[in-house]
Nanobody, 125 residues
Framework: QGHLTESGGELVQAGGSLTLSCETA????????VGWFRQAPGKEYEWVSC????????HYADSVKGRFAISRDNAKNTVRLQMNNLKPEDTAVYYC??????????????????WGKGTLVTVSE
């Protein structure tokens, strides 16, 4: 952990929105699959979303589909996660992760090579 840096997590009311950012100065994220994972207190890591390195195809867990959107800003070497209509069950530490190669497999923590230290999102009732 520590190759990537997440930001944007904070306390928000249910129904609100947040944008998380993932950036690094160590390498260009362009072309590498990047994913977002989260870990709620006392629970396992849960895959949230990822974006392909080759063509920008996006993928979402069913629990966030229609509410979250992942995107790249290659000019700023950043991947963002726009989160709308947040629910208390979205409360977790959110981690971004990237593959070192260009293979489009980014839904399992074991597929990812570089990680951030996480940013806390808390959604109140």
């Amino acid at each position: 952990q520590g190759h990537l840096t997440e930001s944007g997590g904070e306390l928000v009311q249910a129904g609100g929105s947040l944008t998380l950012s993932c950036e690094t100065a160590r390498f260009a994220l362009d072309g590498h699959p990047v994913g977002w994972f989260r870990q709620a207190p006392g629970k396992e890591y849960e895959w949230v979303s990822c974006i392909s390195g080759r063509d920008g195809t996006t993928h979402y867990a069913d629990s966030v589909k229609g509410r979250f959107a992942i995107s790249r800003d290659n000019a700023k070497n950043t991947v963002r996660l726009q989160m709308n209509n947040l629910k208390p069950e979205d409360t977790a530490v959110y981690y971004c992760a990237a593959r070192a190669d260009y293979l489009d497999s980014c839904r399992d923590t074991r597929d990812m090579h570089y990680w951030g230290k996480g940013t806390l999102v808390t959604v109140s009732e």
